[in-house]
Structures are given as C-alpha cells and as structure tokens.
C-alpha cells in the first residue's frame, strides 16, 4: 500500500504504531487526528525520537525546526504528506 492510498485515520494508526515502539505506556493507544502531542504524557526528547522513527518509517527527512510545529497528530499527518 502507497501513502497516497492511505487516509489521514489510517496514517495516525501508523504514527500510534511508531510511537509505541517508544514509550510501552502508549501499547495499543489509538490516537485520532486532533489529539495533542502533549497529551500522550510524552517530553520533547521523546517527541524528537517518534519525529525521526516517522522519518526512517516513511524514508522521509523533515526540516529541523519540525518540533515547533508539531502540536497535533494530524500535523504529522501533513508533515508526512508533504514528504
């Protein structure tokens, strides 16, 4: 299956995956789109690494200012998007 076959739901169920090979509190958690990133009860040094496990993911290499603009799954979700 390519991205662009993929729907925004279906990329946050991908995004839930990575983030917990990181952290086991988040095993089986389903994020939605407008959930925070804050909420997952995460710090920016673990938000830093789920970033770059959804870069090597999806072959991707976001621009290095990404952490300021993350706020919500779905800004991954365009981020990811964007490519």
Do not use: C, H, W, Y
């Amino acid at each position: 299956m390519t991205l662009a076959n993929l729907t925004d739901q279906d990329l946050a169920e991908k995004i839930s995956e990575v983030a917990a090979t990181i952290d086991t509190r988040l095993v089986g958690l389903k994020l939605g789109l407008d959930d925070g990133i804050a909420e997952l009860g995460i710090d920016s040094i673990t938000t830093m690494e789920l970033i770059v496990k959804i870069e090597d993911s999806f072959g991707l290499d976001f621009p290095d200012d990404v952490l300021a603009t993350v706020v919500t799954v779905r800004d991954l979700v365009v981020l990811i998007r964007q490519g």
